[in-house]
């Protein structure tokens, strides 16, 4: 299994203002996203962040609004950038693929962002 | 689109009862089932996790069933306990080496003392 943390693990922003998620996994993994969970709701796809290389992302969301980064197997960036209060949600970075795996993804703790 | 349903959305019952959850999916092509436990404002831990070869998967008081050919999930947990009280989610994996899933909104489960 990989252990995923994340920092900060909450924030309340202002709107307008753009803040940096961190990702780190304590085993390498081959890939990496990037999910948002909005009040009330389940889970979405933001990105695949990918090593080295710009990330892939999914219908409804553009690298200008969440650029991210992974310079290496264990560790990825978000920046949910210009925010309103629709952006407050819980961000949440999963990982899988590391050796031995057996397809099974796991989840960092979240952060979870209040912009006003 | 994949898409993946849980229901019921909320679920209360007292200690001790047994608890059923229920997912259903819609592409047949599934290559994994993966159930999640989320605790309020917190992320997700990972419970089980049925390969599409396979029919079920057992942790302690967990057990997950898988029928491809009707496109059901099934989360058993044997005499629930408070501490079970939770958000419960599904989610499908698409393909090989992909790792990407499909969520289900989740079953919240209150376990009455």
């Known amino acids: 299994s990989a252990v995923i943390s994340q920092k900060p693990s909450r924030d309340i922003c202002q709107r307008g203002t753009s803040l940096t998620i961190q990702c780190q996994v304590d085993?390498?993994?081959?890939?990496m996203f990037w999910y948002r969970q909005q009040p009330g709701q389940s889970l979405t796809l933001i990105a695949t962040?990918?090593?080295?290389?710009?990330?892939?992302?999914e219908s409804g969301f553009v690298i200008d609004k969440f650029p991210i980064s992974r310079p290496n197997l264990t560790f990825s960036t978000l920046t949910v950038s210009n925010m309103s209060p629709e952006d407050s949600s819980i961000y949440l970075c999963?990982?899988?693929?590391?050796?031995?795996?057996?397809?099974?993804?796991?989840f960092g703790e979240g952060s979870r962002l209040t912009v006003l | 689109k994949q898409e993946v349903t849980q229901i019921p959305a909320a679920l209360s019952v007292p200690e001790g009862e047994n608890l059923v959850l229920n997912c259903s999916f819609t592409d047949s092509a599934i290559y994994n089932l993966q159930w999640f436990r989320q605790d309020p404002g917190k992320g997700l831990t990972s419970l089980l996790l049925i390969q599409s070869s396979q029919r079920e998967q057992t942790s302690g008081r967990l057990n997950a069933s898988l029928d491809k050919s009707s496109g059901r999930s099934t989360l058993y947990i044997a005499a629930s306990q408070p501490g079970d009280s939770a958000t419960y989610l599904c989610a499908q994996g698409w393909a090989f080496n992909d790792y990407k899933l499909s969520f289900g909104a989740g079953t919240t489960v209150t376990v009455r003392a």
């Open positions: 999963s990982g899988g693929g590391g050796g031995g795996s057996t397809g099974e993804l796991f």
């Open positions: 085993s390498q993994v081959t890939m």
């Open positions: 962040a990918n090593q080295g290389s710009e990330a892939t992302y």
